[in-house]
């Protein structure tokens, strides 16, 4: 999943086709799955 969200995922693959309906299909579950993920005191990611 990391790699989805990540530099070469949904968002590259949004600007190199321009299909906004799978960026509208993803969005919901990438925001639900980024919410899982927080930062330390330190700001590394820790899950929850």
Do not use: Q, R
Request: hydrophobic share 35%; proline share 0%; with cysteine.
């Amino acid at each position: 999943m990391l790699a989805s969200i990540g530099e070469y995922g949904f968002w590259n693959y949004y600007t190199n086709t321009g299909y906004k309906e799978t960026i509208a299909k993803v969005y919901d579950g990438v925001k639900c799955y980024l919410n899982v993920w927080k930062l330390d005191k330190n700001e590394v990611l820790v899950k929850e």
